[in-house]
Structure formats: structure tokens, C-alpha cells
Antibody, heavy 126, light 107 residues
Framework: QVQLVQSGAEVKKPGASVKVSCKASGYTFTGYYMHWVRQAPGQGLEWMGWINPNSGGTNYAQKFQGRVTMTRDTSISTAYMELSRLRSDDTAVYYC???????????????????WGQGTLVTVSS | AIRMTQSPSSFSASTGDRVTITCRASQGISSYLAWYQQKPGKAPKLLIYAASTLQSGVPSRFSGSGSGTDFTLTISCLQSEDFATYYCQQYYSYPLGFGQGTKLEIK
């Protein structure tokens, strides 16, 4: 079955970086964009961006531009999200999610998320 | 960015009730809307996409409707396992966005 398995919880100090992995199985990894979404404690869902595992192309939410880097290793069907210059308000659960394309327009594609990884808690604390 | 607003933010209901959650987009998004269910400590689960298409394996008591700016998620007969938080998501344009969530609690 289609499955996304993420790396374990992390504790980081302010100013540090964190890299979360997301290993895909049960489907052709390069056939679907991978998105990242985060959720601060007790809060809602916040979209961070996507990576095209086939080309390595990325699209980041403006809020995270300059701090986030999404990469992939196709040989092991794994996507990565690295967030730098961490602050306390980056404390959140980070999810990877495979997108199913609803439609494409102007060279971009859009869709819904299914499945999701189990989430990785990143705690930023001094 | 398109803003997604859900109502209510939370409410209480009983098993067997019929409940409706509303999601409003700040501009028209056609039918490019998905609904998710999230339980504490778990990842969101896809329920509905394209505003009204039920994801495979999701019980038929869940249904979605709407287009343009106004959408609804209806649960026809609440079961105990349905008490959770529900989110809508627009995929009409980037940045993709979610509603703030509706927490459904047991009365």
C-alpha cells in the first residue's frame, strides 16, 4: 500500500537547522509531487511548499522562502525538508504528503493530499 | 492568497445527529476543495476532494457540496469515531490554504 514514513522527533536550539526525511513506498516515487505541511501545537495546518521528485523542481510558500530547502533522493524514494535559522515559533509537527493532481494550469499543477506521513515533531528550544 | 474560513470553529453534537460544517473561500475556487479529518496525535485523513467526491473507503455518511466560494461538509448520522477536527483545503491556486479547522465534540 502507499505509505510515507517520516524520520523521528527532533529537538533543536534557536538558530540551528533541521532536516526531516520522508520515505515513500508502494508507488512510483517520481510520479507524484511531494508537499510539506506543518502544524504548530494546537493550531491549524500550514502549507510550506512542494518538490517534484522527478525533476527536483521546487515551489516554496513565500513565508518560508530563504529558510526552507526541499530535496529528494530518487535512489531511495525519499524526500527531505530542511528548515534553517530555526525560531521558537517553528516548533510544530511537520508532515509530508503526496499530492493527487486535480488540475493543471499555466505550467503548475494543484491537488489534494493523500496519503500523509505520520508527522515529525520538531521542538525549538534553548 | 485565498483565505479559507470555516464555521463554526467548534461545536458539540450527539451520536446519530446530522451535522454540517461550512467553508467559505475569499474568492471563487470552482470546485477545487478538499476536506480532511484529523484526530489527536494523527495525520489528517482525506475525506472528500473536488468538493463532493468521496475518497475510496470513506463511509457514505460523509458528503460534500458547493462550488465557487461556499462549501459544506455534512455527516448524516454521527458515529463515535467521527468526533475529530475537520479542515477544508483549497487547491485552486498557490499558496495552497486550509481553513482554521472545526472541532466536533461529543455533547
Amino acid at each position: 500500500q502507499v505509505q510515507l514514513v517520516q524520520s523521528g522527533a527532533e529537538v533543536k536550539k534557536p538558530g540551528a537547522s533541521v532536516k526531516v526525511s520522508c520515505k515513500a513506498s508502494g508507488y512510483t516515487f517520481t510520479g507524484y509531487y511531494m508537499h510539506w505541511v506543518r502544524q504548530a501545537p494546537g493550531q491549524g495546518l500550514e502549507w510550506m511548499g512542494w518538490i517534484n521528485p522527478n525533476s527536483g523542481g521546487t515551489n516554496y510558500a513565500q513565508k518560508f522562502q530563504g529558510r526552507v530547502t526541499m530535496t529528494r533522493d530518487t535512489s531511495i524514494s525519499t524526500a527531505y525538508m530542511e528548515l534553517s535559522r530555526l525560531r521558537s515559533d517553528d516548533t510544530a509537527v511537520y508532515y509530508c504528503a503526496r499530492v493527487s493532481v486535480g488540475y493543471c494550469s499555466g505550467g503548475s499543477c494543484y491537488g489534494w493530499f493523500d496519503p500523509w506521513g505520520q508527522g515529525t515533531l520538531v521542538t525549538v528550544s534553548s | 492568497a485565498i483565505r479559507m474560513t470555516q464555521s463554526p470553529s467548534s461545536f458539540s453534537a450527539s451520536t446519530g445527529d446530522r451535522v454540517t460544517i461550512t467553508c467559505r473561500a475569499s474568492q471563487g475556487i470552482s470546485s477545487y476543495l478538499a476536506w480532511y479529518q484529523q484526530k489527536p496525535g494523527k495525520a489528517p485523513k482525506l475525506l472528500i476532494y473536488a468538493a463532493s467526491t468521496l475518497q475510496s473507503g470513506v463511509p457514505s455518511r460523509f458528503s460534500g457540496s458547493g462550488s465557487g466560494t461556499d462549501f459544506t461538509l455534512t455527516i448524516s448520522c454521527l458515529q463515535s469515531e467521527d468526533f475529530a477536527t475537520y479542515y477544508c483545503q483549497q487547491y485552486y491556486s498557490y499558496p495552497l490554504g486550509f481553513g482554521q479547522g472545526t472541532k466536533l465534540e461529543i455533547k
